[in-house]
């Protein structure tokens, strides 16, 4: 099975990519925060003894099972400017009312909060970031944070080429992209909107300005996009790019069903069909995703494989909603409002106390596929579209 060409104006777009990035003129370098270098799973036993002879961790951010959550999702918005089929409904969602979202400062005070205790990766997400009209704002004053080492922001792509020299110079250091076709009109079909070119302009624009790797975020589904696995594949050639495949996942309004989830090992089948040289590399210990890399490929692959092999014994990942709800789960429906106790007039103490209880009640793994599918939970765009999981 060999890899299909892309789209005329896709190629156009990669070919001036490699002339900026290999050419002798000088590229931006992003701000601290590089991505780090992927990682095999570590023994249990080898897991126990780091965790016994690391430095103390705050005890409001540790949960029963000893994982202690450095990484916090902040949605900065319900809304989004594209209706993608796995996200949400073609008509989109209730949305909160207003005065009952996250203002600015009540974002950055929570943001201080977590990273005091620990935290210290803060990854921005949606709804779509990138509509709210303060974000580089937003971003520029989380980069000040001491002990904050990596800052994200994970976007569908339409608004970036034009914000992105503005968040670089603010402070972001990593980027996750939405792309789940190489084909202008299924891109249509599938996010029910226009926009494949600014999107493709906006991977541009990072590769240009120097980030590296561009992460691109494809969710498969079966029937739809499965046949584009090589070609994504293909991309990564050339470019810094790190092409995730997504597993299909449920969420309430997107019509999940078992028979259009692609697994992680079809997927992988399928590619070292084409790469048998296909390498694993390894990766952090936390990380959600298996990572591969075709030898001289510039870029690499990975899988994030929520359905079929879930990471729930080493996630560190805790998640504010856009109206103030801590998620210390993503597949659980309970929450607690940090919102609530914000307005009135909660102590930093009083306010860690209610965290470190809801991280206590954090079960060991989520109850699986088939279970998670019968369950009530938000949609995906209410809990931090695409970044709720990347």
């Known amino acids: 099975m060999a890899a299909q060409p892309v789209s005329r104006m896709l190629r156009r777009v990669l070919r001036s990519s490699v002339r900026s990035c290999s050419s002798g003129a000088p590229v931006t370098q992003p701000h601290p925060g590089e991505p780090s270098q992927p990682a095999v799973e570590v023994p249990s036993g080898r897991r126990r003894f780091l965790m016994e002879h690391a430095a103390p961790f705050s005890a409001f951010l540790t949960d029963s099972f000893g994982r202690r959550h450095s990484y916090l999702r902040i949605s900065l918005t319900e809304k989004c400017n594209l209706r993608c089929q796995y996200c949400m409904p073609e008509e989109g969602v209730p949305l909160t009312p207003k005065a009952d979202l996250l203002t600015t400062e009540e974002i950055l005070t929570l943001a201080r909060l977590f990273v005091k205790e620990g935290v210290d990766k803060i990854r921005l997400t949606g709804g779509e970031p990138l509509i709210r009209p303060d974000v580089v704002d ?36 990593t980027i996750n992209i939405s792309l789940d076709t190489l084909v202008p009109a299924k891109f ?14 906006g991977i541009h624009k990072a590769i240009e300005l120097g980030y590296s790797p561009v992460k691109v975020n494809c969710v498969v589904m079966r029937g739809l996009n499965e046949d584009e696995l090589l070609d994504f594949v293909a991309l990564t050639e050339g470019l810094p790019l790190d092409v995730r495949f997504i597993e299909y996942m449920p969420f309430d309004g997107n019509k999940w069903n078992f028979k259009k989830m692609v697994s992680y090992k079809e997927m992988l089948d ?31 692959v990975s899988f994030i494989t929520s359905m079929s092999e879930h990471f729930c014994g080493t996630c560190n990942r805790l998640r504010i909603t ?8 993503l597949f659980g429906s309970s929450e607690v409002s940090l919102r609530d106790h914000l307005r009135a007039g909660a102590s930093e103490e009083e306010l860690l106390s209610i965290v470190g209880a809801a991280v206590g009640r954090k079960k060991r793994q989520h109850a699986g596929m088939f279970s998670i599918s019968q369950m009530k939970n938000r949609p995906m765009i209410l809990i931090g579209g695409l970044g709720c999981i990347s």
């Open 270 to 300: 399928t590619l070292r069909q084409q790469w048998p040289e296909l390498e694993k590399l390894t990766e952090e210990e936390s990380s959600t995703a298996k990572a591969f890399k075709i030898p001289g490929f510039r870029g690499r």
């Open 188 to 201: 249509e079909f599938i996010v029910r909107r226009k926009g494949f070119r600014k999107v493709m302009e």
């Open 138 to 173: 937003i971003v520029a004053q989380l980069h000040q944070l001491e002990g904050l080492r990596t800052l994200g922001i994970t976007t569908n792509g339409i608004n970036l080429a034009r914000l992105l020299p503005q968040l670089q110079k603010a402070g972001l250091s």
């Open 322 to 329: 856009a109206d103030g709800n801590l998620k210390v789960c």
